[in-house]
């Protein structure tokens, strides 16, 4: 008897860790690639399409938390990496490495992705995203109303201002934003884009480098890199969460309030969460993000 129960769990872990598996794509003459962790249902049940946060990847330690319970819930998920402009990106983004990516590239990589799991069969597919990837989230659904998509859930997504990114520039570097802006205008202005400026500050990378086009899509004025102005846009029901102890993105329940009060959106306030959602907020915010995908 007990070791049959050892087996059953030998076979189990082994079950579980063969659900698992990594997706490349081509697009753009970049090799993109994904976690697929797929449950018994697949692909005939919801599936998630995830998006991580700035910089950042799929094995971060939010993303790995969401797939595994969502897994335990009988939601396959697809978290994918954004490029950045590297083929075949793993890990978190080095800030060595020159910055050549625009931030509207991911819209384009997540639309890449829902191709690839409309080919698999998919027909009950959730957007899903975090930080900035929940903004990035936000702005593919306001521009891409497509039937297989139904619903769309967005994990303390990006707000934004032209006032917000100055302040937050100078608070992050004791530097003021407007003159990196006007250089980068000025080389873009005279036909260079892809030229480096070197030594500056970019998104979490200090002294780094980046192309002119490349800071210009981060930092220049754009309201579809400001969420709420998106939500309206999208003619999916869509769940927010929002943390009252998220230090990154911060307000976001009272720059909702109306929209929830409205009906216009669903909005979840998990109280104690930061940013990340770590431990059990995760936990609660799955529960309540699969009411949400089973309503």
């Known amino acids: 008897m007990k070791r049959w129960i050892i087996l059953t769990a030998i076979l189990f872990l082994v079950q579980a860790q063969t659900q698992a598996e990594e997706i490349k794509l081509s697009h753009a003459g970049l090799a ?10 697949w692909p005939a049940g919801p599936v998630m399409l995830i ?10 330690e939010i993303i790995t938390t969401l797939q595994g319970l969502f897994l335990e819930n009988a939601i396959s998920t697809l978290a994918i990496n954004l490029s950045l ?12 490495t020159p910055h050549t990516h625009n931030n509207e590239d991911a819209v384009q ?18 957007l899903a995203g975090h930080s900035r990837g929940g903004n990035q989230t936000a702005w593919f659904a306001a521009e891409r109303d497509e039937p297989v998509i139904k619903k769309v859930i967005l994990i303390a997504p990006q707000t934004w201002s032209p006032e917000y990114a100055a302040k937050g520039y100078r608070g992050s570097y ?4 407007g003159p990196v802006l006007k250089k980068a ?17 970019f998104i979490y990378c200090p002294e780094t480098a980046a192309s002119a086009e490349a800071f210009i899509s981060y930092y220049a004025p754009d309201p579809r890199k400001d969420t709420p102005y998106l939500l ?6 869509v ?36 940013h990340f959602f770590r431990d059990l907020y995760a936990e609660d915010l799955v529960d309540l993000a699969v009411e949400f995908i089973n309503e």
Request: glycine share 10%.
């Open 32 to 41: 993109l690639n994904a976690n697929l962790e797929r449950a018994e249902n």
């Open 51 to 60: 998006t991580h946060g700035s910089l950042s990847h799929n094995k971060s």
């Open 85 to 96: 402009g590297l083929d075949d990106r793993h890990g978190p983004y080095d800030c060595a």
């Open 109 to 126: 990589e997540i639309g890449a992705w829902l191709g690839w799991l409309k080919r698999q069969g998919a027909q009950q597919i959730i």
């Open 174 to 177: 004791g530097k003021p934003l």
């Open 185 to 201: 205008k000025t080389l873009i202005a005279a036909g260079k884009p892809k030229s480096l400026m070197r030594h500056i500050d």
């Open 232 to 237: 309206p846009k999208i003619n999916k029901p």
């Open 239 to 274: 769940l927010v969460f929002a943390a009252t102890e998220d230090r990154l993105v911060k307000g976001l329940d009272k720059k909702l309030a109306a929209m929830a009060e409205m009906g216009t959106i669903e909005l979840e306030v998990i109280d104690g969460a930061d």
